[in-house]
């Protein structure tokens, strides 16, 4: 059985799938480096990057990156799934099973990224999610997107046109922020010990994942998983060399639209509902176009062997690894630089540190078919120490 099913061999992937992952890790690692290095989340960022390179700096990650690359890296898991599920299925293997393994590892490494590495962890929220999609996937491809978008539009079109109302009657209500608890992360993060930094991370991920936000990650990353799963039943990229104009027509739209709805709350300063249609609508806009463009470039260009693919191919050692290298620079049992760096000089360290994982990504996939992460969870999924030097025998 071991035999039969089993993970996809490297000439079953997708030529534009782990580009795609590899520049939607590098999205991420620019959005998370603000939270990595500074209390991104209890301030107005605006005011903390007032002025200079710093304020132009924000300004190009908030239009370009924020929002926008979870919802592309979310639409790949669920690709992921239904990809699974199609080639277990097709070598007569137990779906249930090897999903519920394969969540119940990302579930454990989420929990420990979590709570002993950095708070802003998006794995636990992707492995309960995942549990919750299963039920989905047997829906034709259609009809998951028909699904996916109507899950996805009505819930947040209604709550944004509701803040729209209470902005109305509320012109002065905005986003609150807890400088309390800036100055309090400053000092743990920057030069608390390891268990008062641990102490500090369980408090804040408590806070961002509770029954308030739950509804939140549900409407806006349930519907995302299922769009995916839709493009992988539907094999539009599989199959993208035969619609390229449609694929044109689609990607240059949302990137056009994406970027004017991403720019609101700079056309309307203060504004809680800009910001909201901002994230939750102008975000996965963006995130289709970066697909879109990723695609064309790939059908144009003819291979998939380029350096952001391999970082794509070893995605979730990848983000792990930004994860310990960043805590390690930032939090006091480290170098402690946390609130000692300019946003631009935390880029600089984004650029630096994902020049690492290309060139390290590039070395380790000459020798091995996985990551190392990667390989443990195949073996997990599938109950079987999966080969992972290349030209090995089973």
């Given amino acids: 059985m071991k035999d039969l099913v089993g ?4 000439k079953g992937r997708i030529a534009s799938l782990d580009a795609m992952r590899g520049l939607a890790i590098l999205g991420i690692y620019f959005v998370n480096m603000m939270s990595f290095h500074s209390p991104f989340m209890f301030i107005d960022p605006l005011e903390w990057w007032d002025s200079g390179l710093d304020r132009i700096v924000y300004i ?20 992921g799934l239904a990809l699974t599920r199609e080639r277990v299925l097709e070598r007569g293997g137990s779906f249930s099973s090897v999903s519920l393994r394969r969540l119940l590892f990302l579930l454990v490494v989420g929990v420990i990224h979590a709570f002993i590495i950095w708070p802003g962890d998006i794995l636990i929220t992707y492995a309960v999610i995942g549990f919750l999609s299963l039920s989905f996937l047997r829906l034709s491809g259609k009809a998951l997107l028909a699904v996916g978008i109507g899950m996805y539009a009505i819930p947040n079109l209604m709550l944004g046109l509701l803040l729209v109302v209470a902005h109305l009657f509320s012109p002065g209500a905005a986003v609150s922020y807890e400088p309390e608890e800036a100055e309090k992360a400053l000092s743990i993060y920057g030069q608390g010990s390891f268990l008062e930094i641990t102490g500090m991370r369980t408090e804040e991920w408590l806070s961002n994942n509770n029954p308030e936000t739950a509804p939140i990650l549900l409407f806006s990353l349930l519907p995302l998983f299922l769009i995916g799963a839709a493009i992988s039943k539907l094999k539009w990229l599989e199959e993208a060399s035969k619609q390229l104009n449609k694929l044109r027509i689609v990607t240059f739209t949302a990137l056009f639209i994406g970027l004017l709805i991403k720019q609101l709350p700079y056309f309307i300063p203060g504004s809680y509902p800009a910001e909201f249609f901002q994230d939750f609508f102008g ?8 697909a879109g463009l990723v695609a064309l470039y790939t059908e ?12 794509g191919r070893m995605s979730m050692s990848n983000y792990l690894f ?21 946003l631009f000089q935390g880029v600089l360290i984004v650029i630096a540190v994902y020049l690492l994982q290309v060139f390290l990504s590039r070395i380790w996939l000459k020798k091995f078919r996985f990551g190392p992460v990667e390989w443990v969870w195949r073996s997990f999924t599938y109950l079987s120490w999966q080969r992972i030097l290349k030209g090995e025998r089973a």
């Fill in 60 to 79: 190009g990650i908030d239009i370009f990156a924020q929002a926008s690359f979870y919802p592309l890296f979310s639409m790949l898991f669920g690709f």
């Fill in 7 to 10: 993970p996809t061999g490297e």
């Fill in 322 to 342: 930004q994860s310990l290298v960043s805590t390690i620079i930032f939090y006091g049992y480290g170098l402690g630089l946390y609130g000692k760096v300019t």
């Fill in 283 to 290: 975000g996965p806009l963006l995130a289709f176009a970066y």
């Fill in 300 to 311: 144009k260009r003819g291979a998939g062997k380029g350096l952001i693919s391999n970082v």
